[in-house]
Nanobody, 122 residues
């Protein structure tokens, strides 16, 4: 399974970005898909996840109401719409997948992308 993220970049505070993650090598429709991020010098942290069967979404508290995770199973893809971005959101954002686990423990996810840089700065 390969996961490829795209859509990162430089944005001003208060701006928006939409990250995409395209999967190949296996159909991930039934998989949990997640987004994590890692700021410089920090540990990788959970941002959001979406289940495969129900589409139920889970979020880190600090992004609730600003970020929205979604998926398009016809495209084997997952997205992260990020609004009202803050400098603290600056990080490398990673896409991850797991057959069953929808939580925030990094080591529980089986598949990872290479990441895309998001920088929020004026």
């Amino acid at each position: 399974v390969q996961l490829v993220e795209s859509g990162g970049g430089l944005v001003q505070p208060g701006g928006s970005l939409r990250l995409s993650c395209a999967a190949s090598g296996r159909t991930l429709n039934a998989y949990v898909m997640g987004w994590f991020r890692q700021a410089s010098g920090m540990e990788r942290e959970f941002v959001a996840a979406i289940s495969g069967n129900t589409g139920r979404a889970y979020y880190k508290n600090s992004v609730k109401g600003r970020f929205t995770i979604s998926r398009d199973n016809t495209k084997n893809s997952v997205y992260l719409q990020m609004n009202s971005l803050k400098p603290d959101d600056t990080a490398v954002y990673y896409c991850a997948a797991d057959r069953f686990y929808a939580g925030n423990v990094t080591s529980r996810y089986d598949y990872w992308g290479q990441g895309t840089q998001v920088t929020v700065s004026s």
